[in-house]
């Protein structure tokens, strides 16, 4: 197949998956992330299946906000790393999708990609494995989403909230996303070669995997053309092997290739046969999207919390939620109706089955993460 084609293809997956993950998370602005609402951001991201490790095997807990079908997309997503590298980067991520957007839309206008200078380039890569380890160790240490106010994609998120409040919580993650987008106008996939703490992770994940794209010295005419169309820069037509961590598996450089058997995908355990660009792509979709439909079969993918029912029992006052009605409250912290009403300094005549969502746009000042506290 053409690279064109391929290309267009690959594309146009992207841009679904942009569609549809924008959809839920404005979604989640307007219904809430209750029980009947839509899902977070957060918990559509692979990366707080990650940042929940820690929290799962001390605690037996998830972080606040991630669910068990957010550490479903994640082990799915190690899956993925570990048959075909990062091709999650090339084929499923939005935000890298976003940024792609950017850059074909930078090539449009100037008719060139930029590079960025070899010599800063080559430590550049390695501020994403920094930013990983930072995030790591200080969400597991805090056991918080601690990254959530600098993590660009949490940003983008809560775009459908309005500017200001994007602003008021994530103002350093939005910048760090307009700096992506404006980034990657001029350098491809700037944030997933520079910052991107999962693309960082599912690259050493990638380590593991027998899958490699392999180039015949015989055959090659050294035309080059493969190491023009990377996306991430690495000089294919140098190499015997491309092992880097840095490839995204997005198959340019397969199908650009204008000789038969110069550049092929293969599996080290099945050393000699070789895989078509469009079968990774493919292989690519039904890993994840199958991987989805397993965790659906076995009712374990949950991206939004429990029903408050006459069972639920909170203790700490940091679990109580925005989208729970005065009511829920009042039954799970397993205190009487008109003691939340009086300690959190609700009207009276607000009724009881408004969410504190809603409290908060009644009244003037009312904060709900104060008035919670006053629940102790
Ligand atoms: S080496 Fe090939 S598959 Fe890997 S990122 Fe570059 S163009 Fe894509
Ligand atoms: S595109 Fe194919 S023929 Fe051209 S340099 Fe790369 S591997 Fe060789």
């Avoid at 146009?12 to 029980?35: C, N, R, S, W």
């Avoid at 198959?251 to 038969?260: A, F, L, N, R, Y």
């Amino acid at each position: 197949m053409k690279r064109k084609t391929l290309s267009l293809i690959r594309i146009a997956v992207l841009i679904l998956i942009i569609i549809d993950i924008t959809f839920e998370a404005y979604m989640h602005q307007v219904k809430g992330g209750g029980p009947e609402g839509s899902p977070s951001i957060h918990a559509l991201c692979p990366f707080g299946g990650l940042e929940s490790l820690l929290s799962v095997f001390t605690a037996g807990q998830l972080l606040d906000k991630i669910y068990a079908g957010t550490m479903a997309l994640f082990i799915i997503s190690v899956v993925l790393a570990v048959v075909l590298r990062r091709s999650f980067c090339a084929w499923i991520c939005p935000l890298g999708g976003l940024q792609e957007l950017f850059g074909r839309a930078g090539r449009k206008i100037f008719n060139k990609s930029f590079k960025v200078p070899v010599s800063a380039d080559r430590y550049l890569r390695y501020l994403k494995y920094l930013v990983l380890a930072l995030v790591l160790i200080l969400t597991w240490k805090t056991a918080t989403l601690w990254f959530s106010p600098y993590d660009p994609w949490a940003a983008y998120g809560h775009l459908g909230e309005g500017l200001a409040s994007v602003w008021t919580e994530f103002a350093i993650g939005f910048i760090i996303l307009l700096v992506s987008f404006a980034g990657s106008f001029f350098y491809d996939r700037f944030f997933c070669k520079y910052m991107c703490p999962m693309g960082a992770f599912l690259g050493i994940v990638s380590k593991l995997s027998p899958f490699r794209i392999k180039r015949s010295e015989a055959i090659c005419i050294n035309c080059n053309l493969c190491t023009k169309v990377c996306p991430v820069n690495i000089d294919v037509a140098r190499v015997e092997t491309v092992k880097s961590a840095e490839c995204i598996n997005c198959q340019e450089c397969t199908s650009v290739c204008p000789k038969d058997g110069a550049l092929v995908n293969e599996f080290s355990i099945a050393k000699g046969r070789t895989v078509k660009p469009l079968v990774i792509g493919l292989v690519t979709l039904v890993i994840f999207f199958g991987g989805i439909g397993i965790s659906k079969l076995t009712g374990s993918y949950a991206l939004l919390p429990q029903p408050i029912t006459e069972e639920t029992v909170i203790t700490d006052v940091d679990s109580l939620k925005g989208y729970m009605t005065i009511r829920e409250i009042s039954t799970a912290m397993g205190m009487a109706l008109d003691e939340v009403y009086r300690r959190m300094e609700i009207p009276e005549n607000i009724s009881a089955d408004t969410t504190m969502k809603d409290v908060s746009g009644m009244i003037d000042g009312f904060e709900f993460h104060t008035a919670r506290e006053k629940l102790k």
